[in-house]
């Protein structure tokens, strides 16, 4: 068996890694007898935790992306996963969390999960191995559940050990697994539909509890009964402000403390407004924003408009005019961010870049068979060839990114819409397939394969108007599904090369998406109450606050003096 994480066995061991994650009894009781010094005593300050997805309803299903819970980030104060493993930095070993260890078989078809002792959920009951299994359960036998995607056959129960099958090797999706949040079976046992109940009063094994929604604030306790080292921090108070702008000016104020949004010339901005405690961080990966396109419907449906869009998209200015530099511009035509993906680049494909090509492009539409009358694009129905691009309103840079685009498609003579719908809305949308294009991140991984798997891996195809988790786009392609399968199956780096060359050839080639800029994991953070964050001299996790990092986080954070 191959052990991902190494378990932590004995009292004294798991006392290393409690103190590991976050602040000691000396500093506890310092910040309780308010002894700090150099400093005003800061242990009762609570943290307002901001993110720009208001107006949010109720809801606190962490199954759910829709829910503000998902949104806002307050479900992974909750709810905990088997392990706290780093997508920013995916080499570090992963941290046992509910899971002491994690142990695979040769060929990463079957993982057997140590479940902790000692941990009780947040109404008293203890935390146990039939928890990992139940929660695993839920996944497999509701797809709209299984938002990881993973092919689960047989779940056993042995003592503390729970076994898992899967239907072929799970090599990639490790970290996956790692961060799977679990709920506890006796409340949701009793839940007639998980697919659609809001949880309005969640019960987890997590550093904070459920108290009040109130407005657009969530505000959680301290959970008295954690069997981690207890958080110092007493409150948390989840804000869904109403779009980017309300947030930078409650993250310049210090109003808000933690969060996450677009900020252009930040230092000035936002950093410049208190620079001894504002501070950001923004460690790189594999992970990008990418133009949705859905090939379920014209005009994206024809390969010829999607490689016309790809021969105009402007990824210079994207990445200096929307995103304000901050994150990289793609240059590579297979959008696999560089450098930190030059190493997964076909021979093929290294050293070939991006260039907005107008001719080009018009050369090949009109070679497919569609016409101009004047500048504007006549389709093969003998229609105009117009298109909407929609994300939420508020969010400033993926808005400023759409209307870069639609200028670019406009000297192809397609006349692109910008529709900026509120979150729930647009979410809902892209999950159903009601859309023509839009702006989306994917995730990192360990390598590429999950950049592209989000973006138009066929396994996770359903028809319009069923639930979508990733290709959002509804592609299909019988030479990608089967790369995407091979690549999960393969037993030797040599392997998972064959497949990712095949897969970038399908990229390029079939643009079943459109790579924008490269995206980093971020987050603005004040020390001004609270220090501890992730930083480049720790990056000891991903520093976003929706992110299965959180609990992490919050135990690691101690009070400024």
């Given at each position: 068996m191959r052990r991902i994480a190494p378990a932590v066995v004995g009292?004294?061991?798991?006392?290393?890694?409690?103190?590991?994650?976050?602040?000691?009894?000396?500093?506890?009781?310092?910040?309780?007898?308010?002894?700090?010094?150099?400093?005003?005593?800061?242990?009762?300050?609570?943290?307002?935790?901001?993110?720009?997805?208001?107006?949010?309803?109720?809801?606190?299903?962490?199954f759910l992306n829709t829910s503000a819970g998902a949104m806002i980030g307050y479900k992974w104060a909750i709810y905990e996963p088997l392990m706290q493993a780093n997508d920013t930095r995916p080499a570090n070993k992963y941290i046992p969390w509910l899971a002491t260890a994690i142990d695979w078989n040769a060929d990463y078809t079957q993982a057997k999960i140590t479940a902790r002792d000692g941990v009780k959920w947040s109404d008293g009951q203890a935390f146990t191995a039939e928890d990992i299994a139940y929660s695993l359960q839920l996944r497999k036998?509701?797809?709209?559940?299984?938002t990881e995607g993973l092919k689960y056959k047989d779940i056993k129960v042995d003592g503390n050990v729970v076994t898992v099958d899967f239907d072929g090797s799970q090599y990639i999706n490790t970290l996956k697994i790692a961060q799977l949040f679990i709920v506890p079976k006796h409340i949701w046992?009793?839940?007639?539909?998980?697919?659609?109940?809001?949880?309005?009063?969640?019960?987890?094994?997590?550093?904070?509890?459920?108290?009040?929604?109130?407005?657009?604030?969530i505000t959680l306790d301290k959970n008295p009964s954690y069997w981690g080292d207890k958080p110092s921090i007493p409150e948390l108070r989840y804000t869904a402000y109403k779009g980017n702008d309300a947030l930078i000016t409650a993250l310049q104020t210090g109003?808000?403390?933690?969060?996450?949004?677009?900020?252009?010339?930040?230092?000035?901005?936002?950093?410049?407004?208190?620079?001894?405690?504002?501070?950001?961080?923004?460690?790189?990966?594999?992970?990008?924003?990418?133009?949705?396109?859905?090939?379920?419907?014209?005009?994206?449906?024809?390969?010829?408009?999607r490689r016309a869009v790809n021969q105009v998209l402007d990824r210079a200015k994207a990445s200096k005019i929307a995103e304000s530099?901050?994150?990289?511009?793609?240059?590579?035509?297979?959008?696999?961010?560089?450098?930190?993906?030059?190493?997964?680049?076909?021979?093929?494909y290294k050293g070939q870049t991006y260039k907005v090509d107008v001719e080009g492009a018009k050369k090949t539409l009109t070679d497919a068979?569609?016409?101009?009358?004047?500048?504007?694009?006549?389709?093969?129905?003998?229609?105009?060839?117009?298109?909407?691009?929609?994300?939420?309103?508020?969010?400033?840079d993926y808005i400023t990114s759409l209307q870069l685009i639609s200028d670019s498609l406009k000297t192809i003579g397609i006349t692109a819409k910008v529709s900026t719908p509120n979150v729930d809305t647009w979410t809902e949308n892209l999950n159903v397939g009601n859309f023509d294009a839009a702006l989306h991140w994917t995730n990192g991984g360990i390598t590429p394969y999950e950049m592209y798997s989000n973006m138009f891996d066929p396994n996770y195809y359903v028809p319009v108007g069923k639930t979508a988790v990733w290709n959002y786009g509804r592609f299909q392609n019988d030479d990608a599904k089967k790369a995407f399968s091979d690549y999960l199956a393969a037993t030797d780096d040599a392997g998972r090369k064959t497949a990712l060359d095949t897969l970038q050839d399908v990229y390029v080639d079939q643009v079943p998406a459109l790579g924008v800029d490269a995206r980093p994991a971020g987050a603005e953070m004040s020390t001004k109450y609270w220090t501890g964050w992730p930083s480049d001299?720790?990056?000891?996790?991903?520093?976003?606050?929706?992110?299965?990092?959180?609990?992490?986080?919050?135990?690691?954070?101690?009070?400024?003096?």
């Open positions: 009292a004294a061991a798991l006392a290393l890694v409690v103190a590991g994650c976050g602040g000691g009894d000396a500093d506890n009781n310092a910040a309780k007898n308010n002894t700090s010094t150099g400093g005003a005593a800061t242990s009762n300050q609570p943290l307002t935790v901001g993110m720009p997805n208001g107006p949010v309803t109720n809801n606190s299903n962490p036998d509701n797809d709209a559940l299984n046992e009793k839940i007639t539909d998980p697919t659609k109940d809001p949880v309005t009063t969640p019960v987890g094994t997590g550093p904070y509890v459920f108290k009040s929604f109130e407005g657009q604030t109003e808000a403390q933690w969060g996450w949004t677009f900020i252009p010339n930040i230092d000035e901005v936002y950093k410049s407004k208190d620079p001894a405690h504002n501070t950001y961080f923004f460690p790189a990966g594999l992970g990008i924003d990418q133009l949705i396109l859905n090939t379920a419907k014209a005009p994206f449906n024809d390969v010829a408009v530099g901050i994150f990289p511009e793609l240059t590579s035509v297979t959008a696999i961010p560089t450098p930190a993906g030059d190493s997964f680049i076909s021979d093929k068979g569609y016409k101009y009358q004047g500048d504007k694009l006549i389709g093969k129905d003998g229609k105009p060839v117009s298109i909407t691009l929609q994300d939420p309103s508020g969010w400033n001299d720790d990056a000891y996790a991903n520093p976003q606050p929706t992110v299965p990092n959180v609990a992490l986080i919050l135990t690691k954070l101690k009070p400024a003096s």
